[in-house]
Nanobody
Framework: QVQLVESGGGLVQAGGSLRLSCVAS????????MGWYRQAPGKQRELVAS???????NYADSVKGRFTISRDNAKNTVYLQMNTMKPEDTAIYYC??????????????WGQGTQVTVSS
């Protein structure tokens, strides 16, 4: 069993900042890529940012220069620092991880989601 638990969501004014955290726990051998996705009402879930086990990052064009993804491999944790936030960043943010367990080299796991609301 593997669990991803997010924290750090909430309400912020436009121009403000939030930091999301996601901790993976359970029967983990190692963690490959980790990432953050978001889903706004009436829209499809989209990739916000991802980071490989080696630290290579990828960002959606809409957040480049404003959001920073990072990870602490020793703590099985991924972070998303969100700065200069805009109302269009409002969404449920989901943590995702590609985890290697004892039985499978690649298994996809999701967190339960955390609400982020940016007021104008």
């Amino acid at each position: 069993q593997v669990q991803l638990v997010e924290s750090g969501g909430g309400l912020v004014q436009a121009g403000g900042s939030l930091r999301l955290s996601c901790v993976a726990s359970g029967s983990i051998f190692s963690i490959n890529a980790m990432g953050w996705y978001r889903q706004a009402p009436g829209k499809q879930r989209e990739l916000v940012a991802s980071i490989t086990s080696g630290g290579s990052t990828n960002y959606a064009d809409s957040v480049k220069g404003r959001f920073t993804i990072s990870r602490d491999n020793a703590k099985n944790t991924v972070y998303l620092q969100m700065n200069t936030m805009k109302p269009e960043d409002t969404a449920i943010y989901y943590c995702n991880a590609d985890i290697r367990t004892i039985f499978y080299p690649h298994s996809d796991y999701w967190g339960q989601g955390t609400q982020v609301t940016v007021s104008s």
